[in-house]
């Protein structure tokens, strides 16, 4: 049974680097691993996605060792409006061959000027 | 615009009384998703469809339904709401099937109080 682990909240200041890390020990193999943001009363954002080692768009960075056990989302140079929840999200495949996705219980990140 | 539009938004009601939450998507999407989310817990699923006709239960499937008749709506059915059914509802959808590796879009929401 997959489950993610995250911390609950973390807080940074304006410009600084911020990385945020989840554990998926059961991860499966073909299993990507997303990453999501959510504002309040708004559904969950689509922010970034991947497999192994490094992924980076305009706005994030994955890094995903090797073994795939864990992940870390990392958001360069943030500022008040990154002030969000931040979900990460792995697929579960069940004895039974049932597929369920499993979102983390997210980390409530605060930006301070 | 590509969108996930979800209704009502907002919906007070009462124990028992039967209730439905819509959901449609526009763009062509297979794959199609109920999300509820409590403080504390997270978003947890509730059903999916991998495709027309095409349900399977997710996590928390206790006390709801859903249909899949057409490929862009995917309703939300509530037969005997609860009081432990209110919470805040999410619907989503992705291109296919793959949904480890699709990025899921996602509705406003929907917040129920069932009294």
């Known amino acids: 049974l997959a489950k993610t682990t995250q911390p609950i909240s973390m807080d940074s200041y304006e410009g600084q680097e911020v990385n945020i890390t989840c554990s998926h020990n059961n991860i499966a193999t073909n299993d990507y691993i997303t990453w999501y943001q959510q504002f309040p009363s708004q559904g969950p954002r689509f922010i970034i996605q991947?497999?192994?080692t490094k992924v980076t768009n305009e706005v994030a960075s994955l890094f995903i060792p090797a073994d795939r056990k864990s992940s870390t989302l990392s958001l360069p140079r943030v500022s008040l409006s990154d002030t969000a929840v931040y979900y990460c999200l792995v697929g579960d495949s069940r004895m039974d061959s049932s597929y369920k996705l499993i979102f983390g219980s997210g980390t409530r990140l605060l930006v301070r000027p | 615009e590509a969108q996930v539009t979800q209704n009502p938004r907002y919906l007070i009601t009462v124990t028992g009384k039967k209730l439905t939450v819509t959901c449609s998507q526009n763009m062509n999407h297979e794959y199609m998703s109920w999300y509820r989310q409590d403080p504390g817990l997270g978003l947890r699923q509730i059903y999916y469809?991998?495709?027309?006709?095409?349900?399977d239960k997710g996590d928390v499937p206790e006390g709801y339904k859903v249909s899949r008749k057409e490929k862009r709506n995917f309703p939300l059915i509530l037969e005997s709401p609860s009081p432990n059914q209110t919470s805040l509802y999410f619907c989503?959808?992705?291109?296919?099937?793959?949904?480890?590796?699709?990025?899921?879009?996602f509705g406003d929401g929907t917040r129920l109080s069932i009294l």
């Open positions: 989503a959808s992705s291109f296919d099937g793959q949904v480890s590796n699709q990025p899921q879009h």
């Open positions: 469809s991998m495709n027309v006709e095409v349900t």
């Open positions: 991947g497999y192994k």
